[in-house]
């Protein structure tokens, strides 16, 4: 038979017919046949484990020195004992390190605070009293030097601090984390492709303490951000402080060695 001797209700239902089989086809197109049934494809990746927890200990140390530092200085710029600001801070060290080995992350964050609290006290009160000590000349010229050195120093080791407790929810949230997407610093390994964070084997790569140490150093020295522009007002109010703090210790240097005080 011709199709030219098909009535027009019979073509149509042809067409009809030929149009359901054709979605019936594609309905197929993202299947796959196991067995006696149908079942999709599944093109669903596995989901991204969170990423080794942050080795503590480089923020411990920092701790450590940023007291011991402070005990070194001339018993002009300390206040009470010289072993009494020390002391503090490594009676505040021990359940804060206790807490963390014993899953207590709440606690250890508020023991972590305070602690950086307490450092930052004792930085900015050394370095009032050396204001304060200059112009009586109570401090000899090595042992300014040494003073001024090691609170240039305690400086980076504090906001270091600062910045690795603050940046991201702390070091505890960031460990939750497949990878490091945002936070309160741009760094470089967060604006390149996930194709070269897989050739540089970064692809899960998150910030650990020494990313902020460098990060305070360049602050210290710089007096401004080098490779890491930062994105949060409270960063930035903090490098503004980490700033001021440097320049005052570096001019009170200037100042002594010119023999203006």
Request: proline fraction near 7%.
């Amino acid at each position: 038979l011709s199709i030219f001797s098909l009535s027009p209700s019979e073509v149509d239902l042809a067409r009809r017919q030929r149009n359901r089989l054709d979605s019936m086809a594609h309905e197929r197109e993202g299947q796959s046949f196991q067995g006696n049934r149908l079942e999709p494809l599944s093109r669903t990746e596995p989901t991204p484990k969170p990423q080794d927890a942050e080795p503590r200990w480089p923020a411990f140390v920092a701790v450590l020195a940023a007291g011991g530092l402070y005990a070194a200085l001339p018993e002009v710029l300390t206040m009470g004992p010289r072993w009494l600001f020390p002391s503090v801070v490594l009676a505040l060290l021990i359940p804060n390190i206790v807490s963390h080995h014993t899953g207590s992350h709440r606690l250890n964050t508020l023991i972590g605070f305070t602690v950086d609290a307490v450092l930052t006290a004792g930085l900015i009160i050394a370095l009032g009293l050396l204001v304060t000590a200059l112009p009586t000349k109570k401090v000899t010229p090595i042992a300014l030097l040494l003073a001024a050195a090691s609170l240039w120093v305690t400086n980076i080791l504090v906001f270091a601090l600062w910045y690795w407790r603050l940046d991201a929810g702390g070091p505890h949230q960031r460990d939750k984390r497949a990878a490091h997407s945002e936070g309160a610093f741009l760094f470089p390994q967060m604006t390149m492709s996930e194709a070269a964070l897989r050739q540089t084997g970064q692809r899960r790569w998150s910030p650990n303490f020494v990313d902020y140490l460098f990060l305070a150093f360049n602050t210290n020295t710089a007096f401004s951000p080098t490779d890491v522009p930062v994105l949060a007002r409270w960063a930035k109010v903090l490098m503004m402080v980490q700033s001021l703090l440097s320049l005052l210790i570096i001019a009170l240097l200037a100042a002594r060695a010119v023999n203006i005080l």
